[in-house]
């Protein structure tokens, strides 16, 4: 039996795609008394694949990122994460959000390994677990700084702990709602390449909620636009433009203005 067929069979039956680790089918969701928030959204994910969420303001992307996270729960739908249904978040997923959200009382490393020892987690010794942290610090660029508590560290530099945190749980996944909108536009741009390269060398997939068309350019394998009320997904692109994309301008400005043009259109 090849790989794929094993792993549809391991999915109950139900044929999914090999290389899916997001799986999502027929997804809507309301807050009580606030009606329906979005519609229909059916999404897949690939293995190690970069997706951008783009959408105007209050369309839903962050409720959709908390519904496929396993944050809350659909009204109607199912996620599917590496082709079980999801009904909690996957100890093989991770979340990284505008506010870094560090314990203030842990050292940066205490902080990127919080909760790698809780019970839902895959079980693995000391030594590993301090192997992941140190290799998670190390790839975010604060080597050295293992010691330093959260009010020491610039803004920056708390949303690359951020970063390492989720980095440390190895995700086949890591979610992300506007991860670098607080950042001033240089280390904006700074976390944005970091986040490429080590989500590629961590072999991880990505959901990346943005306002920022360029942001999503730059970042991306492929773009999603949700818009609408009740939200729903209204266009996709492949980002096809070789990294490093900041060498392609033609191509970036030519999909910037197809993106701009269908952003303007879907807004309520
Ligand atoms: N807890 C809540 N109770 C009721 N309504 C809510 C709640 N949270 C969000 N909403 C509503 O759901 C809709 C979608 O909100 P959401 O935060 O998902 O949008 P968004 O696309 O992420 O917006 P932004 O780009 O501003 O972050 C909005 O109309 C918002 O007012
Ligand atoms: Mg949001």
Partial sequence: MNAALAEAVIAGGR???????????????????????????????????????LG???????????????????????????????AEPHPRSALVFQQPSLLPWLKLADNVGFGLDFAHQPRAGKAALAARVAAAIEAVGLAGREGAYPAQLSGGMAQRAALGRALAREPELLFADEPFSALDAITRAEMQALLVDVVHRWH???????????????????IVLMGGRPGHLVQEWSVDIPRDREDHPDAVAELRLAILAALRHASP
Avoid: M, N, Y
């Fill in 15 to 53: 044929p999914v795609a090999a290389e899916a680790v997001l799986d999502a089918r027929g997804l809507s969701f309301a807050h009580a008394g606030a009606g329906t928030v979005f519609d229909g959204i059916s999404l897949s994910i690939r293995r190690r694949e970069i997706v951008a969420l």
């Fill in 56 to 86: 105007s303001s209050g369309c839903g992307k962050s409720t959709l990122l908390r519904v496929l996270a396993g944050l809350e729960t659909p009204a109607t739908g199912e996620v599917r994460f590496l082709g079980q249904p999801q």
């Fill in 204 to 222: 991880s997939a990505v959901l990346l909620v943005t306002h920022d068309i360029d942001e999503a350019i730059l970042v991306a394998d492929r």
